[in-house]
Structure formats: structure tokens, C-alpha cells
């Protein structure tokens, strides 16, 4: 299985079929992976449980097609049940601990967090990578916390040696911005699956973000 970590590769997208201007899945994550998107997470939080499964199943094939990393959010049957390289839990899911004990050693956890003290608790409890935000304000998810702004950001870059990506709000005007804050891996929705020439605004986001990695 792709055992891929945000930091060896840039970008992380998610899907959401509300900001896919009425695309199939398929079409949507098919022109991620071709324009070179290397982790991609499936997320959907109005969708039964057989759709879901259906939907991953389809994205386990493409992503494996393409020696990317598949990420399933939140749902850790489902994600078992097609071999999906990882999962992201938040703060107030199932904890990583009892999830390490559903999936075994090799499948890929990450968890959200958005203070320190959530940073510094995940090695313990075994957490592969972080979530690190949402860095600006976000209509992308329901219940999201407040943003947490560089100062997380910066504070996470400079004291913690997990792998993590800044999600939350990024675009691509501002990702150039999170990447001189010390990101080097950056999740986007929106601009990703809602923009109507896909590889384009991958293109546009990668440029940005290495400008910002070089200032």
C-alpha cells in the first residue's frame, strides 16, 4: 500500500460532492491523481453507509491505479472494508488508540488537532500525521472550531516532528502565505474539486505554494 505522509508530497485534497459542479466522483478524483495529487481523503457527511462504501470502493481502485495514498474520513469500518491506506479522525471521534486497535500497525492514522496541547498528545497515542487548522475561516465542513491563524501553525512547524498538513480555508492566494509559515504540505476542497479546469488550479496551487516555499 502507498504509505504516503503529507511533507513527501504537497498536496492533499479532499473530496465533497457539494463543491464538485455536479461531477461524478469518478470524474473528479480521476483529474486529481492526473494532475498528480498523491493523497487523497474521501470525505462525505450526508451520504448513506452503502454509498459511501460504493464511492470508496471506486476510489480505492483509482487511487491504487495511480500510487497514490487514500485517506477515508472519519468512517473506520468503511475504510476497512477496502483496504484504504488510512484514516483522519478528529478530536472528538473514535481516539487514535482504539482506532490503532481496529486497523492494526500498517494502516495510516491522522488526527485533527488545533492547540498545542491536542499536538503534543498525538505521538502517545499514535497518531501518524496531523491536521493542522483550520488555518483560515471555512464553509467546508459543519461544526468547525474558530480558526487558528499562523501562530498554531508556526508554533506546531517549529516544535513538533510529526508530519502534518495545514488545512482550513487555503487558497490559492493564500497558500504561498501557509507555506512561508512552515507548511509543506497543504490540504484544499474548494479550489480543487469546484474549480472547472481541475489539473489547471492543481498547477496554479503547486506554484504558489513552492513561490512561498522559496520567499
Known sequence: MPRILPGETDIYAITDSRLSLGRPLEEVASALLGAGV???QYREKC???GEMLEECRLLRRLTKEAGACFIVNDH???AMLVKADGVHVG???????EVRSLVGPDVIIGLST???EQALAA?????????VGPIFATQTKEDVVAPVGFDYLD???????????AIGGIKTHNIGDVARHGAHCCCLVSELVGAPDIAASVRAV???MAEGLRG
Open 114 to 116: 488545533h492547540e498545542p
Open 91 to 97: 478530536q472528538e471521534d473514535l481516539p487514535v488508540p
Open 47 to 49: 451520504f448513506k453507509g
Open 123 to 131: 505521538r502517545g497515542l499514535g497518531a501518524d500525521y496531523l491536521g
Open 155 to 165: 508554533w506546531v512547524a517549529a516544535n513538533i516532528d510529526l508530519p502534518f498538513v
Open 38 to 40: 498523491r493523497i487523497l
Open 206 to 208: 503547486r506554484e504558489a
Open 76 to 78: 473506520i469500518d468503511i
